[in-house]
């Protein structure tokens, strides 16, 4: 996406606002008369209607001197009147993203590797998994590795010793972490976490969605990222991308093809998570990129 | 697929054999050597297994003097040996094409042009549609037009003058036809029929798939040529493309993205079909193309 | 894209005002002001900057008993405040849409039974060919059809009747029109002009582009539709898309699958212009979809 | 692609043959004889005929006591009969790839990843860098890494320098090295180099591809992976795939998405000839695959 580069001193304070409400006339100009008003410079804006509900994401540049803790305060009355759902974020380099993972690495080091190049705001804050094996590798990025065992027998103690170590983390990323997390383990998270799913959901839900795509004869797999609910591969999906395959490939070959999507699938999701662009409605997600 | 174009007589006599066997070794031995005993060239071979089944297509042109039917009559030692299921096709521009279809023209309008441009191996020997309301257009092509109306009552009844219709039909397309064929249908029919199904199958089986894709928020798109068997939207699928889509799209413009998915996708299969380049693996397929 | 259903009456009128400018600071509250102090409601809008210049799309319906000429009228001001370049546009069913083609006839059939389906805002208005193969199909969708044989004697001649035939069109559509327009052809014309190339530009410009594809040996093929310049193939691009293909395709393989790359790139460019949704940055294109 | 898993004792020794000669009746029946005769089987045979010329990839698996040094010398008479360019190779899991590169470590990481994943045949022998700053994240891979600096004054000896450290290496992998190797040096060099350009070639060829791009205003990117040869960018294609872009991407986004599809695409030419699937057919290439 193109920013404005030239004109604006390097010390500007950038602000990202959020909103969902019942469509209605003036929304828009509710908005944008707000910033304007505080001499902010809108430099990008989305929105999108179902007819019923509105979405709006508005980037601004800040004028020399205001601060965002005072637009927060200032829109609530904007909000009040139009009855908004809204957030109002910021860009932050040091928004913390923990990362779950079992033994697979291919979505793992993908994210580490595009943390380290600058493509995704914020930094990879710990690495957990329910194995040791990766410990090692993720040492070479930096990154906290923890590892928290999982068994039947367990689950209920290494949820909870998951839950202290995602403590103070914005965001929880499944990086093909095979463990089940329950629903109070997530409303006890308290922030988003996204799973990618290795198929495109909601076809080939559950276990080994290569070996069913495989029988099922499909000419197409794909991946699903999605941010994740207590019921299981059905959260509102954000992103999703495939491969076209043909009788040939074996499930061996499936998984690599698969591990390929998957992975940028999941940067896709994550990228625009942390970028402020994913805005849920309902099952889906409106996704302002 | 690029063909012979130099050496060979314009006279030229082209045959398709289909193999599927158990795999042993010896099988690509025996056919070619059984094709170069009688001084048949082979210009395309394709082979595939699955470890424990063997798939094999050749296309061969024969010697000046040699019939079809004679290599049909003397293959069959060849076949016995290696216990062979096995077919020997030819590209032939009188193969029948019969489509059934209700009231989206796109698929139909589609293949008919395919027809035309000599994209398709065969020709369109029949339209039958159960509304009135495409016979105009297809009448324009120069194809016959049939209306069997269908309801609920005189399903049985459609069904027998449907079948009769179809009477002489090497393959029957089903371009959007929007009734279900019933398992004794099918049976009585006695050639293949290939259906386009409007989403990625599995997902979105049965009615409304843009609708249920909506409402799940999912980010492509599909559709998926098949075999049709007694089980809806279950049979071996030939074909799938996607297209992706974001939280914009409305049902209407998910119908119009799909209907361009559709065609291409129904083509691909009905061509594919027609050049003897399927084979059914229970309820797979290997495609040769 | 959606569109609002619920809560406006049926007799709404839509504007779209589309804006190229410098960018800086409180345009859009300047639109979006100017469109809330009259009531009219914002349904769509979009905006795009490269630092420089900034782009914007508003789609908005007006209050009951305001008129888009009043609007227009009154926009003058905001307009000239911001130095704006601008215009004010409408759908509009009557668009008139002109169709020039030679001999294939599969981006022409496409656009024909688009606009018949009401995928395509306006009304294809002729079809003029160089050629008379194509007089019966078209007549067969209700078109006008005008044959102008050009040869190189003929051409200035030939560019006068054409020029003639064209009087009132809104759009000119090149489908795979095989003559070269001259450069004074266009300046007289005075509308827009937007031609299919079969190739992904700019590789393979000028004649015969699967050819050059084959003799490269590139893996994937394109088609690129373009506004129309004096300069060959050189216009802004507004769309283009790709196939894969492997040594296995013959020079008639990559023309048939060709075919379905073209009419599709073409339909998309023909479609987005109609909805003023292009925007032409110098050798570029704005594309708000 | 699907591997004989069930009757195999795993000691199977495989052989890859590959052969180009002019296209004529009985190749393939020569060639599937010589090899039943000896009792192996063929696991995989892939044919293409440009009508001229024949190109022809087979993988056998012998009899229990054959050696490949044999079937090599049993070979050379069919060959000579027949007037074949061929060679029979072998899965090689000691098979030696140096890897060149600048600074960009992306396909750099991703082939030292696939190669730890065991999804490319053969090993890392060597990463060579013109600049030091990747040193330590390949030494994390286990495989070392040199340094050789070239300057315009130090280029010869540069190259010279170079050849002797890919001395034994069976395949060089340019994986983004900014430099251009002389037409002398890839004499000397002797085995094959494959490149990765981040441009759909043969558009955008040269420096700076993606600004070029933006330039030109195009809607989809790419990538394509080449050999090598004296003239830049022109060597014969293995493998091009291209990603969707609007006006919004700014040469940023260009290099960031670029990346993806850069990766991947190298990944595939280097898989593919690993595995003895590529045949150069003049400026093309046929893959087998």
């Known amino acids: 996406m193109a920013a404005h580069t030239g004109e604006y001193p390097r010390t500007v304070t950038t602000v990202r606002l959020l909103v969902t409400c019942r469509d209605r006339p003036g929304i828009v100009a509710a908005v944008s008369g707000f910033f304007f008003a505080r001499a902010a410079n809108i430099v990008d804006a989305e929105q999108h209607s179902t007819g019923d509900r509105f979405f709006l ?29 809204w957030r109002l974020a910021r860009p932050d380099p040091d928004k913390r993203v ?9 979505c793992l080091l993908d994210l580490l590797w595009r943390f380290e190049q600058g493509e995704l705001e914020g930094r990879p804050s710990l690495v957990v998994s329910n194995h040791p094996d990766l ?15 999982v068994t039947p ?14 403590e103070g983390a914005d965001l929880v990323v499944l990086a093909r972490y095979m463990q089940i997390l329950s629903g109070s383990f997530l409303d006890a998270l308290g922030v988003p976490a996204i799973n990618i799913h290795h198929s495109f959901l909601p076809a080939f839900a559950g276990a080994s969605p290569y070996q069913q ?16 609910t207590a019921e299981l591969d059905d959260g509102p999906i954000v992103e999703q991308d495939v491969a076209h395959v043909t009788h040939r490939e074996s499930v061996d070959d499936l998984l690599r093809i698969g591990r390929d999507i998957e992975r940028v699938v999941l940067a896709r999701a994550v990228k625009w ?9 309902g099952r889906r ?5």
Chains 1, 2, 3, 4 share one sequence.
């Open 98 to 106: 923990a990362i779950l993972v079992s033994r697979y690495d291919h």
């Open 153 to 166: 027998e367990t689950k209920r103690e290494a949820e909870r010793e998951l839950l202290q170590a995602l």
């Open 273 to 281: 998570h942390l970028e402020d662009r994913v805005l849920v409605d």
């Open 213 to 228: 795509a495989l029988e099922r004869g499909v000419k197409v797999i794909g991946a699903t990222s999605h941010y994740v």
């Open 285 to 289: 997600t409106v996704v302002f990129r």
């Open 135 to 149: 410990a090692d590798r993720v040492q070479t990025f930096g990154v906290p590795f923890k590892q928290i065992p």
């Open 57 to 85: 994401r508005v980037e601004a540049t800040l004028a020399a001197g205001d601060q965002p803790e005072r637009v927060r305060d200032d829109f609530v009355r904007v909000a009040g009147e139009l009855e908004m759902d």
